[in-house]
């Protein structure tokens, strides 16, 4: 096991969905709930973990497709649609296929990001079953969490609904760093920047991972933590190189 797959694990980048607290102005740009912590509006650890991602198969026992009981035949359909070598495994241009009959089209530099976080510890460059039901799980609640807060129901999620969503999960991301992640998705047309579900996964699975790395240096909740130039190096290097 490589070191960057020690510190990072598919788990962490499952979403967990809280009601937004009444005293939290959706439209200001600053936030009135009460917390010690500008990435947490919640002290106490949650359960970040989606379904089927318990760490080495969590009890599970496998059949012999690989996938966890109680898979939904959906997902199994979608895997063997692209797995046409019927190896149980799948590359990044079939899981990309995949995930564009099940949701939309996903762009390739999403699928490789995903490739990465759910990467099958035996070969980095396919999944297998239990990666891609992990994986399906782990959209198909973000994909919720993305139709919640798209509160004018065009299909896209502006800044202030990526503020609400994300807050919803207990980041409390500032405006300035939204900008700042929401600019690369700037098409030049001067119209306001809008995310679809693709680009809202994107944004969403790296400021929630980089947030749980963060919080294991921050064991107080203080909004403050002390690193090392190879440990920053660590965190922040996987979400950078791993799918350009």
């Known amino acids: 096991m490589s070191f960057f797959s020690k510190i990072f694990h598919s788990s962490s980048f499952s979403p967990s969905a809280r009601s ?28 970040y973990y989606g379904q089927g991602t318990s760490g080495g198969g969590g009890g599970y026992s496998y059949g012999y497709s690989g996938f966890p009981p109680g898979t939904s035949p959906d997902i199994i359909r979608s895997f063997e649609m692209v797995d046409r070598d019927r190896s149980w495994f799948i590359d990044e241009n ?13 762009d390739i530099r999403t699928v490789r990001l995903l490739m990465f ?45 990526l503020r609400d969503a994300l807050y919803s999960i207990g980041l409390a991301t500032p405006s300035s760093v939204l900008q700042v992640l929401i600019s690369k998705y700037d098409d030049g047309s001067g119209r306001m920047i809008e995310l679809d579900f693709d680009s809202f996964v994107e944004c969403g699975v790296i400021l929630k991972g980089l947030t749980e790395k963060f919080k294991e240096k921050d064991e107080s909740y203080t909004g403050s933590a002390s690193f090392n130039y190879d440990e920053f190096m660590a965190m922040a290097i996987p979400f950078l190189a791993s799918y350009n």
């Open 117 to 161: 976080l759910f990467r099958n510890p035996h070969d980095p460059r396919r999944i297998g079953p239990k990666e891609f039901a992990a994986l399906w799980t782990c959209l198909g609640q973000w994909r919720g969490i993305y139709e919640r807060y798209d509160k004018d129901k065009n299909g896209k999620i502006d800044l202030f609904e």
């Open 94 to 106: 079939e899981l990309q296929k995949a995930l564009s009959s099940g949701y939309q089209r996903f």
């Open 20 to 47: 937004l607290r009444e005293s939290y102005d959706q439209r200001g740009q600053t936030y009135r709930a009460s917390h010690p912590s500008n990435y947490s509006h919640q002290q106490q650890q949650q359960s």
